[in-house]
Structure formats: structure tokens, C-alpha cells
């Protein structure tokens, strides 16, 4: 009996939290402008696409996402641009707003909503519980969490090569940029659920990609956005590239593509993306 009031009490909280939508702002804000795919593509899932009135180029998941419009890249964001959609609300991660844009967005009285993220299942699953939260749909999250949870199952069950493929990831916007990620980078840490390992060492973030780190790295594999793929010219474009060739990827051609967004976004697909990755990297 006491286990059962304790049941039923335990419910009805838990009923109440969830129809109450305690947004962090009082009400749901009918103006916001993301700055990051991942966020974007949160608050599309817990139902506030049409609240968005401007996003980074990143935001791209839905599709639909991608007729809003745009403020720059996530790694490069005026205020103007963001100032121009009178938004109530900025949001995105912190590592995306520099502390310029964060004093020029506050003295023109605008509220920033910043999250940390973690390039992790468990870090994918805390981000989108609290922007949920911060946006008052705690309830959405639980269900985003779930189809979360049955893809990255899915994925955990690929069966993975005996040796790790060493993977380099390029990203390209063109032969005239052209970089490599290193140590806790999101293409680091997918390449790694995905069974993989990263190539190169030795830095953090990104750096230009040089012919001799290239022969050095020796990659089993090379990644890219489709559309880094593309910018370049395709695969015959790629193996053009100085060092391509001497690598064993350059030998046995195994030059992978995915869609940039849905790799590195850390966000609900995060499963489809290990998935597609260990497929593709065998
Ligand atoms: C020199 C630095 C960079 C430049 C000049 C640059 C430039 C661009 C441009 C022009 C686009 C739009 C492309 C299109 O719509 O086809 C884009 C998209 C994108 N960028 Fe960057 N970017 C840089 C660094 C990065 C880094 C380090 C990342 C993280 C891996 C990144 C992630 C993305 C993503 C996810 C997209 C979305 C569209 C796609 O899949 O291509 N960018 N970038």
C-alpha cells in the first residue's frame, strides 16, 4: 500500500512537471535566432521551428531549416547580422559566440542561451534535455531520447573490423582550404564510436592539411563532407591532391563522404551517424 501511494505520488509530480511548460524566460520566445546546427536541429525535434526566425549555415536538419535566414558560420558570427532578426533570444553553444559578440548582443538587450556540449552519447543525451528544458518541453526530450537510444543500439550491434582504420578527416571548401581535424574534435570522437581511429595527433581543433603530414599520417581512410567532396571536384579532384596518392587510402581509393551536419552535429541522430560512419569506414 505505502509502495503504491508512493507510485502514485512519484506520477502525479512527474505529470505535473511535464504539463507545466517551465520555460527559463516565462514564456516560449517567439523570436530566436540559433547559432548552431545541433541547437537548431533541437528545437525543430521539441517543436519550435516556426520560433526561429534566423539560423548559422550549420543549421541545416530539417531541410527546412535551410530556407531561414542565415547569420554566417558558426565559427565566424556578427552581430549585425543577428541584430537585423530583432531576435528575444540567441542561442547556440558557447564555444560559438565569442566574448565580443556576447557583450555587443547584451548591450543591445538581447538574451543569450548558451549550452556546453560534450562529444558523447551520454553529452548528446544532456544537451538535448537541457535546452528542452530551458525551452519548456522537458516532455519532447524523453521522446527524442528514445528514438536516440534505439539508434545508437542499431549502431552498437555493426560488427567492426579486427584492426582500427586509421581515418583522416579533410575538410575542404576548395584545394585553397583545405584542413585536418585533431584531438577532441567532434570528427574525432564519431570516428572513434564508429570504431575507428583518428590518423593524426598531436593538436587540438583543426589545422591545414600539408602533403608531408598526409604521406606521415598514412590514413587507411579518408573522410569528407559531401560537400567538402564536391568543393573539390569529386574523387578524381581529391586524388590530385599532393600526398593523396602515396597514402594506403590513395592506393586502395577508399575516400568516404557524409553529410556534413549529420557527422559532427553530436545532436538526435547522433546513432545514424555512428551507424552510416562504421558502414562506411570497414
Ligand atoms: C576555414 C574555416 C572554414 C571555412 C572557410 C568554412 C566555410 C564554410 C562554408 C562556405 C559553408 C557553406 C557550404 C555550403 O553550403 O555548401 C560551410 C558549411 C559547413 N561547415 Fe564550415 N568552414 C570552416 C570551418 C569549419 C569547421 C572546422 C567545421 C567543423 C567540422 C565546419 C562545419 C561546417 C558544417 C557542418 C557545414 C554545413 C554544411 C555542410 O555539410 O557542408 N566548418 N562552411
Same mark, same amino acid.
Given at each position: 500500500?505505502?509502495?503504491?501511494? /508512493? ?8 505529470? !505535473? ?37 534566423? +539560423? $548559422? ?5 530539417? @531541410? ?6 542565415? &547569420? ?13 532578426? /530583432? ?7 558557447? +564555444?560559438? &559566440? /565569442?566574448?565580443?559578440? @556576447? ?7 538581447? *538574451? ?38 534505439? $539508434?545508437?543500439?542499431?549502431?552498437? *550491434? !555493426?560488427? /567492426? ?21 585533431? +584531438? ?5 570522437? !564519431? ?29 587507411? @581512410?579518408?573522410?569528407?563532407?559531401? %560537400?567538402?567532396?564536391? %568543393? ?8 590530385? &591532391? ?8 590513395? *592506393? ?21 551517424? !555512428? ?8
Amino acid at each position: 500500500m505505502k509502495q503504491l501511494s /508512493k507510485i502514485i505520488k512519484k506520477n502525479v509530480i512527474r505529470a !505535473i512537471l511535464f504539463a507545466i511548460p517551465l520555460t527559463g524566460f516565462g514564456k516560449t520566445p517567439a523570436r530566436i535566432v540559433s547559432v548552431n546546427g545541433t541547437i537548431s536541429e533541437i528545437l525543430a525535434d521539441i517543436g519550435l521551428e516556426n520560433n526561429i526566425v534566423g +539560423t $548559422d549555415i550549420t543549421s541545416n536538419y530539417p @531541410v527546412s531549416l535551410k530556407s531561414k535566414p542565415k &547569420v554566417g558560420h558558426n565559427r565566424n558570427i556578427s552581430a549585425e547580422g543577428i541584430l537585423a532578426l /530583432k531576435p528575444e533570444v540567441v542561442t547556440g553553444l558557447t +564555444t560559438d &559566440v /565569442k566574448p565580443e559578440l @556576447v557583450a555587443q548582443l547584451k548591450s543591445a538587450g538581447v *538574451k543569450l542561451e548558451l549550452f556546453n556540449q560534450e562529444y558523447s552519447s551520454a553529452g548528446t543525451r544532456k544537451l538535448i534535455r537541457e535546452v528542452a528544458a530551458k525551452f519548456g518541453r522537458q516532455q519532447q526530450a524523453e521522446t527524442i531520447i528514445k528514438k536516440l537510444d534505439a $539508434d545508437l543500439a542499431a549502431a552498437g *550491434k !555493426i560488427k /567492426k573490423a579486427a584492426t582500427k582504420p586509421k581515418v583522416l578527416f579533410i575538410y575542404a571548401r576548395g584545394t585553397g582550404t583545405m584542413m585536418v581535424s585533431g +584531438t577532441n574534435t567532434p570528427v574525432e570522437k !564519431i570516428i572513434q564510436l564508429a570504431g575507428g581511429e583518428n590518423a593524426v595527433k598531436g593538436f587540438t581543433d583543426y589545422k591545414p592539411l600539408t602533403p608531408e603530414a598526409l604521406i606521415l599520417a598514412n590514413p587507411d @581512410v579518408i573522410l569528407l563532407f559531401d %560537400s567538402g567532396m564536391q %568543393s573539390l571536384g569529386g574523387v578524381q579532384g581529391l586524388s590530385q &591532391v599532393k600526398g593523396i596518392a602515396q597514402t594506403n587510402a590513395g *592506393k586502395n581509393q577508399k575516400f568516404i563522404t557524409m553529410d556534413g551536419e549529420l557527422l559532427t552535429s553530436f545532436g538526435p541522430r547522433l546513432g545514424l551517424a !555512428i551507424n552510416e560512419l562504421a558502414q562506411k569506414i570497414k
